[in-house]
C-alpha cells in the first residue's frame, strides 16, 4: 500500500510522567470512573469533553467521507482538541479497539494518517485491545489496574441502570444525578485506598447503590413510555454521537433503558469460545476465553443479586440474552455488535421496553445487518414491537432524528392504558 505507515512515534515508559493520555468520551459514568483509575495509577490523562460541529467539520476535513461514522467522530474530537490546546507536544492519544474482523481494527491506522494530514504526525497513539494490535506501546496496566477498571466497568453499568430507572420519575429534580455523582466519588475513593475491587467489597457497594436508589422520592403514578436504546456501541453510548439521545428522551418524558458494557464484554469473550465449536480456532484462545467467562460473570451475578431487595427488576444474565436471539439470528454473526444486536432488542422487549432506538451509523454494514435487517422478524415475533432505526451521519440533522423519534414515542403514549402500572 502506497500511504501504508511504516514508521510512528510510540509512547515509551519515560513519557508516562510527562505526557496527559487524551481519551475520546463515550459512557459518562465509566468513563470518570476510568479516568480516576489511570490517574490513581500514575497516569495523566482527560477524557476529551470537547463537542460541537467543530468536531464533525474536523472529522470530516481529515478522514474519508465513507469511513463510518464513530470513526470520524472519534478522530475529528482528536483534532479539534488537539487545536484548541497549547502544548500539543506531551500529548497521547488513547483508543480502544475491539480487535474484531470489523473495521474497528482500522482506526489507528486511520487516527495516525489523519494526524500526519493535520500536521500532528508526531503525536503518538496507544490502542487498548484485548487482542494484542499493538505489542510495542508503553501503556501497560498492572493487574491491580486491570481489576479496577473491570470493577469500574461494574459498578458503571449498574449505576447507568439505577439511574435511567429513576430519573424520570424523580419528584426533586437532580436528585437521581446528584445520587449518581455521589456514588461514583465514593468508588474513586474506595480506589485510591486500595478498596472496592473484591469480590465481597463489590458486594456490599452494589447493594448499598441499589438500595439508595430504591429509597429516591419517585413519582410512580403514571406510566411513561419506556424506550430502550440499542446500535453501534459508540454511538449507542455517546451523546456526541448520538446527539443526547437519552436526555432527549427524558425531555420527552420517557424512561430510558440503555443495555450495559457487560453485555458487550461477555459478548466478545463469549465469541472466542463459540470460535473454537463452530470453526475449530485455537484452544488457548478459547480457554482464557473460558476463565474470563467465568471472571465477568461472577461479578455479573453480584449486580443481577444486588437489586434483590429493592422495586427494580435486575438486568438479565448474558446466557438469558445469547439464547433471545436464537431463532432470529445466528452466533456466528459477529462482526461489530453482531448477534448482540438482536439478542438486546428481544431482551428488552421482554423486559417491556418494547419501543427502541435503534442508532445505526453512517457506514456500519453489521449494525444494518443486525439492527435493521432483523426488525421485520422480530415484529413478526412481538406483534407490539415498536422499533425505529434512527441514521447517524454527519448530514443527518438533529431535527429530522428528533421527528423521527417523536412519532415513535405518540405510537408508545397511544398504547398506555390508563390504569397501567409502572414497573420499574
Ligand atoms: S461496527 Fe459499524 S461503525 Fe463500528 S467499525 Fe464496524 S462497520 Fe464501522
Known amino acids: 500500500m502506497e500511504d501504508e505507515i511504516k514508521e510512528y512515534p510510540k509512547f515509551k515508559q519515560s513519557m508516562v510522567k510527562t505526557h496527559t493520555i487524551l481519551i475520546p468520551s ?57 487545536n484548541h490546546r497549547d502544548d500539543t507536544h506531551n500529548v497521547v492519544l488513547l483508543i480502544t479497539q475491539t480487535g474484531g474482523g470489523c473495521r474497528a481494527s482500522n482506526y489507528l491506522h486511520l487516527l495516525r494518517k489523519a ?36 470493577a469500574a466497568m461494574t459498578y458503571g453499568d449498574e449505576l447507568m441502570y439505577l439511574y435511567n430507572k429513576c430519573r424520570s420519575y424523580e419528584v426533586n429534580k437532580g436528585d437521581a444525578t446528584r445520587l449518581k455523582d455521589e456514588w461514583v466519588n465514593k468508588i ?21 447503590m441499589a438500595l439508595d436508589f430504591n429509597n429516591l422520592n419517585l413519582d410512580l403514578s403514571h406510566k411513561k413510555p419506556k424506550v430502550g436504546i440499542v446500535g453501534e456501541i459508540y454511538i449507542k453510548y455517546a451523546s456526541l454521537g448520538n446527539n443526547h439521545l437519552e436526555d432527549f428522551l427524558v425531555s420527552q418524558d420517557a424512561e430510558v433503558m440503555v443495555p450495559g458494557v457487560y453485555g458487550f464484554a461477555l459478548y466478545s469473550v463469549w465469541n472466542y469460545i463459540y470460535d473454537r465449536e463452530i470453526y475449530g480456532r485455537s484452544l488457548k484462545s478459547a480457554l482464557i476465553a473460558k476463565f474470563l467467562l467465568h ?51 428481544m431482551e428488552l422487549i421482554e ?74
Not at 123 to 147: M, Q, R, W
Not at 296 to 324: A, V
Not at 374 to 393: E, F, G, L, T
Not at 402 to 423: G, Y
Request: glycine share 8%; charged share 25%; hydrophobic share 35%.
Open 115 to 150: 494526524l500526519i494530514k493535520a500536521g500532528y504526525g508526531y503525536i503518538p497513539v496507544v490502542s487498548l485491545n484485548a487482542s494484542n494490535l499493538e505489542k510495542d506501546s508503553g501503556f501497560k496496566p498492572t493487574l491491580k489496574d486491570i481489576l479496577k477498571i473491570v
Open 295 to 345: 471472571f465477568f460473570q461472577k461479578r455479573e451475578k453480584i449486580m443481577i443479586n444486588s437489586m434483590r431487595e429493592t422495586k427494580f427488576t435486575p438486568m438479565n444474565y448474558f446466557d438469558h440474552t445469547k439464547d433471545l436471539s436464537e431463532g432470529v439470528l445466528h452466533h456466528g454473526t459477529k462482526m461489530g455488535e453482531g448477534w448482540l444486536l438482536t439478542a438486546e432488542m
Open 26 to 82: 463515550m459512557l459518562d459514568i465509566h468513563m470518570s470512573l476510568w479516568e480516576a483509575v489511570l490517574k490513581q495509577s500514575g497516569y495523566k490523562c482527560e477524557v476529551m469533553r470537547n463537542q460541537g460541529p467543530e468536531v464533525v467539520e474536523e472529522g470530516l476535513k481529515y478522514v474519508h467521507n465513507d469511513t463510518c461514522y464513530p470513526a470520524l467522530l472519534v478522530i475529528g474530537q482528536f483534532i479539534d482538541n488537539l
Open 188 to 208: 474513586i475513593k474506595q480506589f485510591e485506598v486500595g478498596k472496592g475491587t473484591k469480590l465481597g467489597q463489590m458486594k456490599k457497594n452494589m447493594r448499598q
Open 351 to 424: 423486559e417491556g421496553y418494547e419501543n427502541i432506538i435503534c442508532a445505526q451509523p453512517f457506514g456500519c454494514l453489521p449494525n444494518h445487518i443486525c439492527g435493521k435487517g432483523v426488525m421485520k422478524k422480530i415484529k413478526s415475533i412481538h406483534k407490539d414491537a415498536n422499533i425505529v432505526a434512527i441514521d447517524y451521519d454527519p448530514s443527518a440533522t438533529k431535527v429530522n432524528q428528533e421527528n423521527r423519534i417523536k412519532l415513535m414515542l405518540a405510537i408508545a403514549r397511544e398504547r398506555i392504558k390508563d390504569d397501567d402500572k409502572v414497573e420499574l
